[in-house]
Structure formats: structure tokens, C-alpha cells
């Protein structure tokens, strides 16, 4: 019915098409898998079930939280309604302080429990990364 011209073009519209299809189903498995959300302390405590993905906390670091030890360090962050407590181990930014704001990255182990895995601070002391803003002025 059809001739083989026409036959070879469908063929190859089918292949780019499949190509096509398959080439943003990767791509889009591979961001899932870099995919960090970001979550307030409020947003934790309204959580409905823990998981073991990775996550960040960001919020202010609670005044007189910060306690060093020679192995790690643990403070607490703040959205000022709710606080979760946060164990680091490593070097932090210069610019970590109380009572400024930060991003914590790693793994939550219960409802008031973090553990980081790096702790995201690369900023003057003025900036406030938006979503943080945008859940302070909720708040």
C-alpha cells in the first residue's frame, strides 16, 4: 500500500522519536537522583513518615546553641516556631555564627535529630538564601 520511501521515513520518525523519548526518561532518572529537598524545622515536624534521602534544614542558628567538641559540632537551627538539633563533623564555613542563617545538608535520623553532612554557608553575612526568607516572613 505504502511505498518504501514512505515506509523508511515512518521507520525513522518511529527511531528519533523513541531516541527522543528514551534520552529524557534518563536524564530525568539521574536528576531524581541528585534531587535535595529543602525543609524548615516546621516543615519536619509536620512530616508524615521518615525517609533516608537526603535532605537540607535551613533555618537561623539558635543563640547559645553551638557547643565544639573535638570531633564534631552541634547547634541548633531555628525558624523561631520550631528547632531541630544538628551534628556536624567537620570544618565549617568561616561564616557560620549564631544567630545567622544556614543550610545544613545530610540525613535526618528522628523528628528533632540531623545529621549533616555539610553545612552550606558561602555567603556575606547580609545574604539569606530565599527560601529561608520566604519561611521566617510565614512565620
Do not use: C, W
Not at 65 to 87: G, M, Y
Not at 97 to 104: C, F, H, I, L, P
Request: aromatic letters at 10%.
Amino acid at each position: 500500500m505504502y511505498g518504501r520511501k514512505v515506509k523508511l521515513r515512518f521507520l525513522f520518525v518511529i527511531l528519533i522519536l523513541f531516541s527522543l523519548i528514551l534520552s529524557v526518561f534518563l536524564i530525568l532518572k539521574s536528576l531524581e537522583e541528585n534531587v535535595v529537598y529543602f525543609k524548615s524545622p516546621s516543615d519536619i515536624q509536620l512530616l508524615e513518615e521518615l525517609n533516608d534521602k537526603k535532605i537540607r534544614v535551613g533555618g537561623m542558628v539558635k543563640k547559645n546553641s553551638i557547643e565544639i567538641s573535638s570531633e564534631k559540632i552541634n547547634f541548633i537551627v531555628t525558624d523561631f516556631k520550631n528547632e531541630i538539633n544538628v551534628v556536624y563533623s567537620g570544618v565549617v564555613p568561616n561564616l557560620f555564627s549564631e544567630g545567622k542563617g544556614v543550610v545544613a545538608e545530610g540525613y535526618l535520623k528522628d523528628r528533632s535529630f540531623f545529621e549533616a553532612t555539610k553545612i552550606l554557608a558561602k555567603h556575606d553575612e547580609n545574604y539569606m538564601p530565599p527560601e529561608v526568607k520566604a519561611i521566617l516572613k510565614e512565620k
